[in-house]
Structure formats: C-alpha cells, structure tokens
C-alpha cells in the first residue's frame, strides 16, 4: 500500500505543476487578445479606405488590369494559407488547413492548377511531411505580426499575378485564415483576393451596393494609378487576415489552456480520492496487524501462566 500512496502521490505533484504551467499559458493568451483585437481595429479604415479607391478607380474607367479584370479561362491559382508557428491552440491550425484542402478541391474542380504558399510552421510542417510542393512559405511571427511582415508575402504574389501564366504566373489569388469573431468563436475562412470583385469590394467599403461613388479624375492614368494601389491593396488585405489570425491563435490557445487547466484539476481531485483510499486502507491494515499482534501476545501470556 505504502508504494502505491507514493506514487499517487508523485502523479498528483506532475499534474499539479502542469496545471500551473497552462493556467499561466492561458492568462497569457488572454493578455495577448486584448492587443490582438485593437491592431484588428486600427488597421480596418486603412483597409476599407483603399478598397473604396481602388473600387472607384475601377468603376471609373476602363483599364483592363489584373487587379480588376478576370481572365477568360483561368488556368492558374494561388492560395495563402496563413496558420500558428506554435501549437497548444486547440484545433487552430488544422481547421485552417482543412479549409484550405476545401479550397484547393474547388479550384481543381474547376481546372484551375494551385500554387501554394504558407504562413506558420504548421502548415509548412503539414505540407512537407506530406511531400506537398510549396512555393513559399513564411514563420516566426504568427503571434504578433507586423506590416513589414505583410509587404515581405505579398511581394512575390503580386510578382505571379502579374506574370502570364505561361511564365509561371498565376490567374487568381485566394487566402485562407481563421476569422476571428468573438473570444469563443473563431471561423477558418477562406477568399478571393484577386481578381477583385466589385460588387463585393463595394459592400466591403461603403456596407452597401449600388451606391454612387464619387468621381475622380486620375494622373496620369487610371492604369498607373491602379499599378500603385496593387501592391497597397494586397498588402492590406494579407496584413488584416494576419492580425486577424493572430488575435483568432491566442484566443484558441487560451480557450485550449483553460480546458488543460479545468481537465488537470479534475484529475487532481481523482487521484487524491484515489490517495486518500490508499491510505485509509494502509491505517487499517496496520491497525489490523497490530490488534492480531496484541491478540497474539495475549495469548502468548495466558499460555505461559498455565
């Protein structure tokens, strides 16, 4: 019995400082939130702002450029896919990574080929377990990403949705990233960043369709002036899906550290349970052997009288 107490006992000190170990995790994530969702807020004018301009460049004239103009046949996509350097959040990055398998599935229904490039070294660790060709792929900064971090991706996709795609270059450029929502709900999704949609970008800056947008005149060209928001506006939408996924990975890791917690708590009042029984039925066997010990000596001593 004595050895079974001890080892309940050493099972109880492991939990126990596990449990310390996510509690701090989880108030971390927590902190880290907070900061997440207020980079989320201050980069949305920017965001809604240059697609407003970008939409009235469009709808302004008749430029035919890659950042509004579909192709034909499109034959070539790339998808971002943007995931944690870092586990311990839950099913974060896998839910990503299933959107975009959902994704590439569409496109290749659709016959379009997909170029692939990854955020995070989850994805890029899935990718390459998998022998899955990659043609770029980024980390170390999921957690708390920065502008220059968003320029330094979409330099060489802006690069393949200018090329033809005889060149390598690709039609379409989509982007999967988890959605942050609420603190308890975050949603993997994913969308098409170019060619841009105009009706969608419309909704996106004004919160509605059909309304007039102003009129501008361009120097000294529509097409010079939508070569210089390309890059801005890829820039901005790849920078807010990385805040937003920053802000979706701390807030599953700290709902993943708080349900660590909860379990190793649970599992500290199990074993204890199972300690306490351990050493009540270690008390009574000794109580025991020391009443049969009595007994026998009492019967020692009345034998020896006789």
Do not use: C
């Not at 900064?141 to 200018?162: G, H, R, V, W």
């Amino acid at each position: 019995m004595g050895a079974q107490l001890r080892v309940y006992k050493r099972r109880i000190q492991a939990v126990t400082a596990t449990k310390k170990i996510t509690k701090a995790m989880e108030m971390i994530a927590a902190s880290r939130i907070v900061k997440a969702q207020r980079k989320v807020a201050a980069s949305m004018p920017y965001a809604t702002e240059l697609t407003r301009a970008v939409t009235a460049v469009a709808t302004g004239s008749n430029t035919n450029h890659p950042l509004t103009t579909e192709a034909e046949a499109p034959a070539r996509a790339a998808v971002l896919l943007l995931t944690s350097d870092r586990g311990l959040a839950g099913g974060y990055s896998s839910n990503a990574i299933k959107a975009a398998e959902r994704l590439r599935e569409r496109l290749a229904a659709e016959g379009k080929e997909v170029d692939t490039y990854i955020v995070g070294r989850k994805g890029v660790a899935y990718y390459g377990f998998r022998e899955r060709k990659v043609s770029g792929s980024w980390t170390g900064f999921t957690d708390s990403p920065e502008y220059s971090d968003a320029k330094k991706i979409a330099e060489p996709l802006i690069e393949s949705i200018q090329k033809d795609t005889a060149e390598g270059g690709v039609d379409e450029l989509h982007i999967v990233f988890t959605e942050f929502v609420s603190m308890m709900t975050q949603n993997a999704v994913d969308g098409r960043m170019l060619p841009l949609s105009l009706d969608k970008a419309e909704e996106e800056s004004t919160g509605k369709t059909g309304e007039i947008l102003p009129l501008f005149e361009f120097e000294p060209s529509a097409e010079d002036v939508l070569d210089a928001l390309l890059p801005r506006y890829v820039e901005s939408r790849i920078y807010n899906a990385l805040l937003q996924a920053a802000a979706s990975e701390h807030a599953a890791r700290r709902r993943a550290m708080k349900s660590a917690t909860d379990n190793a708590g649970d599992l500290i009042k199990s074993l204890s349970r199972l300690a306490n029984a351990a050493r009540q039925a270690e008390i009574t066997q000794e109580i025991s052997e020391i009443v049969g010990g009595a007994g026998a000596l009492a019967d020692a001593s009345a034998g020896s009288d006789k």
